[in-house]
């Protein structure tokens, strides 16, 4: 890990599992059906398994094949939030809330793309992917505690263009959330795609 990656930790250090937990369930209380809060947190939860997947991974080519499923639903939906909730944070009088969205997944990206330069067998990804990892879920957690909060005030026809909107440019990227959910072999990021994350 490098000197930046350690004093963005001391800065921001990982909230305990009990506080991510009361965060998710508060933002579960605010979603509604399948819209797009709803959505979202179903891909926070699938980005948390698919790093477990990584991780848990012990020979070379699992570990690859389950670092690309990483890279797709990282990809798949920090483009989705990119494309229409941080855009609506800033239009709604949220602007820093989105900016620093935008920032913190520039971030994951560029650390997701280094790892295509590590043995994915060695210390030095493990370091960087765990780096990751945290960066992610503190990520997360400001979304799911405070930052998506205030667009569930929206109007109604305003959370159906949310939800629709970010339905679409998830599925652009991946092809179909549900497929992706049952088929994730079936859908493989470009090359580059592994460079390319958040959420």
Known sequence: M????????AVAPPQSDEKRRQARAKAQSMARGDDWLAVILDHHARIEAAFDAVKAAREHGDRLAALKQLAVILTGHSNAEEAVIYPALVRFGHKAHGMLGYTEQAGAKANM???EYLDPMGKDFGDKLEHIRGAVLHHMYEEESSRFLDLKKLSASD?????????????????????????????????????????
């Open 113 to 115: 793309g280094e790892l």
């Open 159 to 199: 959370q159906q263009r949310l939800t629709q909107r970010f339905k679409e440019e998830f599925d652009r990227y991946v092809g179909g959330d549900d497929a992706a959910r049952d088929h994730p072999s079936t859908h493989t990021a470009p090359e580059a795609g592994i460079a390319a994350t958040p959420h």
């Open 2 to 9: 490098s000197l930046m990656d350690k004093m963005i930790g």
